[in-house]
């Protein structure tokens, strides 16, 4: 392989691109879980929104759609964990799982008569000026519009939290149920709205990945990106721009992984494939361990059912 | 407005009913799904919940296959529904079950050609082994880091499969297969095999054991202080700590067992119906198992109901997919739809929910 710096921006350049979907999954998952609530259900709408988005591209031949599709598609399967924890009040991490199973299904029951086709090509969006920097814009500026949209998103929840009312009364809800409800907030409205968005952005995360990154249909496509995502949440103690780094570090992880496979050098296969897996669970006991002699940055409220009303 | 209240006695008929409501919604939903296909949805259902029982034509076939695969299902369940009582999710079953067949699997291939009477329960100690150690890396790192046991759990369910992969294109591939992938079918090795006992029935050792398994933690939940203890853990997690739980004994506990089961499970699988090991020897058992677990509402009992309803439910699916070309998918996307009205119910059990106004003071 030539070490030259061109192929060192291109690989950067694609490293962010493995990062997005997981990026955006995540990102939507870490608003649900700053309302307090699990949804362990992240590869189930990861993967509906991959095949709704994918099904529309192929029928409309636009992208776009499709990307809109992936973000209705997440939402509306969101949709029924939302009912099912906020107004049957059932058990989160149950639903989540329930949640994961039925995407599952439902998406290779949906994308049958869908593999082997590919969809239109997403065309890449060169920013003006910015594009023509060496190195750095072939690395940062020469992507598609989603990638830019992810990470104006990560910035966005991050001022969100930070210095907006309503990440304020997202928060609370997240920290203690009871007090908000008690200061007046619906609990259940903010979280059953919590829901619906993290379902849209793990959707577009999914739709990207079918779209862009691979971009191609195949059964159970996501591989458990759904849960890496939701591992990059506690990587990243709940804070959106550690999220980003997070993200990025993990796509370095699978892209040289991948790298190292098509080289065909002595290492095996299935140990080069099992090492994003490996690397998540190192990075979960390195944070647990951290975080245990510490305080727990988690929402205090998280996984709890609110039975008030 | 809706208002909750909790019953001070779980009702015991709603207990029993939910389920039923449950799965009455789900054949109903379901039934909209196939009619949504183009399916016919009475056709679809008689199918996939009489036919493999009743028809003349099918249930030959069909009968035996439900006891092939609710065995594992309700040894997998069985494990899982301690876990769960005690809110430790060990939802890696599907690895543990991989490894325990990898671990009897290699035990077997090991001692092959050799006959005696040791190599079957010592592949049994082996799967048992195998599924105990790969759901004690979440149970360690819980106890020591406080490291979430459900990702890494479920982590380790990618990394199993990646090793059988390894498994059956190398270290335990047939050296007689003509380097085709997957390794000696043992259970065609007579001192490795777990033939059917009764011809005809399907029933075989891993069968056996499940109902076994059902009878022995049935007694374990009601009269053994661990059961009392993680029964108080899910009720009265203060309570528990008050009376001086061990919780890391309780974690290490559930997630052997549950490991343990699954692992036994993989075992019989492999030395019975699969028969040998391959790519695809793992066909979702372990997450499905989640399902039964709380479709027989965490009791040994309800679990080997549901686990025999899920069965039906595969068994009814292939014959629904054979007859009416009905993809595999949809009936996953049944079974989650079946979780789902599930928990819903499980409100009515646990909640008085009345339809007042709030009284304001």
């Known amino acids: 392989m030539d070490l030259g710096d061109i192929q060192i921006s291109l690989l950067l350049a694609s490293l962010i691109v493995a990062a997005t979907p997981i990026l955006l999954a995540a990102l939507g ?32 031949g636009s992208p776009w759609v499709g990307f809109l599709f992936s973000i209705l598609g997440g939402a509306s399967i969101a949709f029924i964990f939302a009912l099912v924890t906020q107004i049957f009040r059932a058990n989160q991490v149950a639903s989540g799982l329930a949640l994961t199973l039925f995407g599952l299904g439902l998406s290779s029951l949906l994308g049958h008569s869908y593999t082997g086709i590919k969809p239109a090509a997403f065309s890449d969006l060169h920013i003006p000026i910015l594009s023509e920097i060496p190195i750095l814009g072939v690395i940062l500026f020469q992507h598609d519009p989603i990638i830019y949209f992810s990470i104006l998103a990560v910035a966005a929840v991050y001022f969100l939290f930070r210095n907006f009312r309503l990440g304020l009364i997202l928060k609370a809800v997240g920290e203690n149920h009871d007090s908000a409800h008690a200061l007046g907030y619906n609990v259940i409205v903010i979280r059953f709205g919590a829901i619906l968005v993290g379902g849209a952005f793990a959707g577009l995360g999914g739709g990207y990945l079918s779209l ?32 980003l780094i997070g993200a990025y570090i993990f796509g370095g992880v699978t892209l040289l992984q991948l790298n190292l496979q098509a080289l065909g050098l002595e290492i095996n296969v299935a140990l080069l494939s099992m090492s994003p897996y490996l690397v998540t669970i190192g990075v979960l006991v390195f944070m647990s361990a951290r975080r245990s002699r510490g305080s727990l940055e988690a929402p205090r409220s998280l996984g709890k059912t609110f039975f008030g009303l | 407005m809706l208002r909750f209240e909790p019953r001070k006695n779980r009702s015991k ?64 369940a069985l494990g899982l529904s301690f876990g769960f009582r005690a809110n430790i999710w060990n939802i890696g079953a599907e690895g543990q079950y991989i ?26 100690i082996g799967g048992i082994l195998g599924g105990v150690i790969w759901a004690m890396i979440p149970a360690i790192l819980k106890i020591k ?28 591939r047939n050296p007689e ?56 853990i899910g009720q009265a997690p203060r309570a528990a700590n008050f009376a001086g739980v061990d919780l890391r004994y309780i974690i290490i506990f559930c997630l052997s067992l549950s490991g343990g089961l699954a692992g036994v499970a993989g075992m019989f699988e492999l030395t ?16 499905t198992a989640i399902i039964v677990a709380f479709l027989g509402r965490l009791n040994p009992i309800g679990i080997l109901l549901a686990g025999v309803l899920m069965s039906l439910t595969y ?43 709030s009284i304001r003071k």
């Open chain 2, 272 to 287: 019975g119906p699969a028969g040998l090991i391959n790519i695809d020897f793992n066909v979702g058992y372990g997450f």
């Open chain 2, 99 to 124: 490894m325990g067949a990898l671990a009897s699997g290699s035990i077997g291939l090991a001692l092959y050609p050799l006959q005696a009477w040791y190599i079957f329960p010592l592949m049994i």
């Open chain 1, 212 to 243: 862009v990154r691979v971009p191609q249909w195949t059964e159970g496509m996501t591989a458990g990106a759904g849960w890496i995502a939701l591992a990059l949440v506690v990587f990243a103690s709940w804070q959106p721009l550690r999220l």
């Open chain 2, 13 to 76: 008929f709603l207990e029993i009913s939910a389920p039923i409501i449950a799965v009455i919604m789900t054949m109903i939903f379901g039934g909209l799904l196939f009619y949504l296909m183009g399916k016919n949805p009475f056709e679809a259902i008689k199918l996939i919940f009489w036919d493999p029982v009743m028809s003349p034509t099918f249930s030959e076939y069909s009968r035996p296959q439900l006891a092939v695969k609710a065995a594992p299902l309700i040894l997998i």
């Open chain 1, 29 to 60: 998952e870490l608003i649900v879980e700053k309302t307090g609530v699990l949804n362990l259900g992240v590869e189930g709408m990861m993967i509906f929104g991959a095949i709704a988005g994918f099904i529309a591209t192929i029928e409309t």
């Open chain 2, 177 to 232: 297969g003509l380097g085709f992938p997957g390794s000696r079918d043992l259970s065609k090795y007579s001192s490795a095999a777990n033939p059917e006992l009764i011809s005809g029935t399907g029933i075989h050792l891993g069968v056996i054991s499940a109902f076994l398994g059902v009878i022995l933690l049935t007694y374990f939940l009601s009269y053994h202080r661990t059961g009392f203890h993680i029964k108080l």
């Open chain 2, 145 to 172: 880091f406080n490291t979430n046991e459900i990702l890494v759990s479920l982590m380790l369910v990618y990394v199993a499969e990646q090793i059988l992969a390894l498994a059956s294109v190398g270290f335990l």
């Open chain 2, 315 to 357: 068994v009814g699916g292939e014959l629904a997919q054979f007859m009416m070309n009905i993809p595999a998918a949809a009936i996953q996307v049944f079974q989650g739809m079946l979780l789902f009205f599930l928990l819903s119910t499980d409100l009515l059990v646990t909640y008085k929910i009345s339809f007042k106004t």
